[in-house]
């Protein structure tokens, strides 16, 4: 313990231990995940952020080990740590000046935003040495005047390589492309259950690995065009839960953007109509209702049960609101009389 105290004062980190952990200190090989809460303040106590009340909500930080994450030191200071064990590490400022870049990545992700969010045309360096705003006063002074920090952590789990299901952020390329037709086989399978929100998820998660891969690709290049052919699938199976669960106006949106790449595409046509006809978007569904016959014939009686189904609807939603406007207006009411004076 004194010589690891020791070996982290020489690199510019200074550890105090506030409660033990359980068990023998793991060996931390690369691909160990890390679960901990932590806590980000200055010297003079100011606290930045705090996984435990971060967006309005607890939640702790996941570190996979060995994946180059952008603040280094988390890493190192991680693996002097035990199962249960809650430390204060105060690093100089050699290991935090990419601070502020990971802390609004952090920030955005517990708001529910994309993470990379305002760093997209600026590399790490870069934009530390740039009057390029984090969109946080506390960060961007920060930014400007890179200072020492104190890191409390609070090691909640230690799990050893393959132990667990690997986060889509974390996965290699061929861990990803491997994995998508196992979460498109379990997304139909739980379909198949009417589990609709578990498939959801799997045909999401699926559509996500594929995603992260297109983006690393020229559009329109073979390599972009190949993974964009095996995410179709998964959107339109996606879209087809999203029906199950009424969400119309995304459903409108994604067969959208389907049939914009690939105008023959019956199925995103049929999804498209189907939703159009269940928010009421009568022309604009009879519109794909016709292309569907149009380019598969055979699809031509269960077009016209569509049909018919969204006339008796219309029918019905009519003859509802000619029922609420007579009593609005009060035509059942007698007739005025008129008089002389």
Same mark, same amino acid.
């Given at each position: 313990?004194?010589?690891?105290?020791?070996?982290?004062?020489?690199?510019?980190?200074?550890?105090?231990? %506030?409660?033990?952990?359980? $068990? =023998? +200190?793991?060996? !931390?090989?690369?691909? /160990? *995940?890390?679960?901990?809460? &932590?806590?980000?303040?200055?010297?003079?106590?100011?606290?930045?952020?705090?996984?435990?009340?971060?967006?309005?909500?607890?939640?702790?930080?996941?570190?996979?080990?060995?994946?180059?994450?952008?603040?280094?030191?988390?890493?190192?200071?991680? %693996?002097?740590?035990?199962? $249960? =064990? +809650?430390?204060? !590490?105060?690093?100089? /400022? *050699?290991?935090?000046?990419? &601070?502020?870049?990971?802390?609004?990545?952090?920030?955005?992700?517990?708001?529910?935003?994309?993470?990379?969010?305002?760093?997209?045309?600026?590399?790490?360096?870069?934009?530390?040495?740039?009057?390029?705003?984090?969109?946080?006063?506390?960060?961007?002074?920060?930014?400007?005047?890179?200072?020492?920090?104190?890191?409390?952590?609070?090691?909640?789990?230690?799990?050893?390589?393959?132990?667990?299901?690997?986060?889509?952020?974390?996965?290699?390329?061929?861990?990803?492309?491997?994995?998508?037709?196992?979460?498109?086989?379990?997304?139909?399978?739980?379909?198949?259950?009417?589990?609709?929100?578990?498939?959801?998820?799997?045909?999401?998660?699926?559509?996500?690995?594929?995603?992260?891969?297109?983006?690393?690709?020229?559009?329109?290049?073979?390599?972009?065009?190949?993974?964009?052919?095996?995410?179709?699938?998964?959107?339109?199976?996606?879209?087809?839960?999203?029906?199950?669960?009424?969400?119309?106006?995304?459903?409108?949106?994604?067969?959208?953007?389907?049939?914009?790449?690939?105008?023959?595409?019956?199925?995103?046509?049929?999804?498209?109509?189907?939703?159009?006809?269940?928010?009421?978007?009568?022309?604009?569904?009879?519109?794909?209702?016709?292309?569907?016959?149009?380019?598969?014939?055979?699809?031509?009686?269960?077009?016209?049960?569509?049909?018919?189904?969204?006339?008796?609807?219309?029918?019905?939603?009519?003859?509802?609101?000619?029922?609420?406007?007579?009593?609005?207006?009060?035509?059942?009411?007698?007739?005025?009389?008129?008089?002389?004076?």
């Amino acid at each position: 313990m004194e010589e690891e105290a020791h070996k982290l004062l020489e690199e510019g980190i200074r550890k105090k231990l %506030i409660s033990p952990g359980k $068990g =023998e +200190l793991s060996t !931390f090989p690369n691909g /160990t *995940k890390v679960v901990f809460h &932590y806590r980000t303040s200055l010297c003079d106590g100011t606290v930045l952020d705090d996984s435990r009340t971060m967006g309005g909500h607890s939640k702790p930080m996941e570190l996979i080990l060995g994946k180059k994450f952008k603040l280094a030191v988390w890493e190192r200071i991680v %693996i002097t740590m035990k199962q $249960g =064990e +809650l430390a204060e !590490f105060t690093c100089d /400022t *050699k290991h935090t000046a990419l &601070y502020p870049l990971v802390s609004q990545s952090l920030r955005n992700i517990s708001a529910g935003k994309d993470p990379l969010e305002g760093q997209r045309h600026c590399c790490g360096i870069a934009q530390i040495h740039s009057h390029h705003s984090l969109g946080h006063k506390d960060l961007d002074h920060l930014q400007a005047s890179p200072q020492p920090l104190v890191f409390t952590i609070e090691m909640l789990e230690v799990l050893c390589p393959g132990s667990f299901q690997l986060d889509v952020w974390a996965m290699t390329d061929k861990e990803k492309l491997d994995l998508v037709p196992h979460m498109h086989e379990e997304g139909n399978t739980l379909f198949k259950e009417g589990k609709i929100k578990e498939a959801t998820e799997k045909y999401y998660n699926g559509i996500a690995c594929l995603k992260s891969l297109q983006m690393k690709e020229h559009p329109g290049d073979e390599a972009w065009v190949k993974l964009d052919q095996m995410i179709t699938p998964l959107l339109l199976n996606y879209c087809q839960c999203l029906l199950r669960q009424g969400q119309y106006y995304e459903v409108i949106e994604h067969c959208s953007s389907l049939v914009f790449k690939y105008e023959d595409n019956v199925k995103a046509y049929y999804k498209r109509a189907k939703a159009h006809s269940a928010v009421w978007n009568e022309k604009e569904a009879r519109a794909d209702f016709d292309k569907v016959v149009e380019l598969d014939p055979s699809l031509g009686p269960s077009v016209a049960k569509e049909l018919r189904a969204m006339e008796e609807r219309i029918r019905t939603k009519e003859r509802e609101d000619k029922g609420r406007y007579k009593g609005l207006f009060g035509y059942n009411s007698p007739p005025a009389t008129a008089t002389t004076s």
